[in-house]
């Protein structure tokens, strides 16, 4: 309940939507004394029981619009929420994980400090939707993304760029430091054989490692770490042939 003050006493109105009807309000309203010379600009003469009603109504309908407001604001997050994420895996989805990127190059060149991008590819997940189905694919995709964003820090950035690409944003590391977590994530995803459809899948990723360069248009340096993804898995080709 809300208290309208006046000058030496108060006029009381309902604050709280389905608290109290407008009649209640008004009764409590009429039922609080007035020894005030006027109460938000109105002569206390020309307080009426009509006008405290009237204005106890309006602290109702005030309330009621806040409320709406409030819920309104909490729709709007939550839409703006799953425009920027995954609906399978929950990560950033390309759009959020650009927008992050070009964050990240800005504060690099406003402060000088190293940033780097790490672009990774799930190895066979066509020969795994084609053997096992699209469920054990999908299984696959979300395990990738958590054995990823379980060995980041919280400043770091993970996100699924589409299809079986994945891609993270590494704060104050540059390219030495990034190659280094690279590794260190790529046995995180295939440390473990993934259980599905009564089998266990062993999780193969290539990546390719760019240091942010703040010049650089964000979808430039994810295509650069794209195709120095596509070096290693042609190295890694080679070298079991």
Known sequence: MEILKTGGGQVTGVARRGATSRTAAG???RAA?????????????????????????????????RAEVRML?????AAESAADQDPLTGLNNRRAFVRELKRTAAFARRHGAPASL????????????????????????KAVAQRLSAHVRESDVVGRLGGDEFAVILLHA?????????????EAVEAEPLAVAAADLSLRV?????????????????AAADAAMFGTK????????
């Open 27 to 29: 009764s409590a309203v």
């Open 33 to 65: 004394p007035l020894d005030a010379a006027s109460f938000l600009g109105v002569p206390e003469a020309e307080l009426t029981v009509a006008v405290r009603a009237a204005i106890a109504g309006l602290v109702v309908e005030l309330e009621d619009l």
């Open 73 to 77: 604001k909490a729709r709007l997050a």
């Open 118 to 141: 790490i672009y990774f590819d799930l190895d066979g997940l066509k020969d795994i939707n084609d053997g096992f189905g699209h469920a054990a694919g999908d299984a696959a995709l």
């Open 174 to 186: 540059d390219q030495a430091q990034a190659e280094i977590k690279a590794r260190t994530l790529a």
């Open 206 to 222: 290539s990546h390719g490692v760019r240091q942010v360069d703040p010049a650089q248009d964000p979808e430039a340096m994810i």
């Open 234 to 241: 042609r190295g890694r080709r080679a070298a079991l042939a």
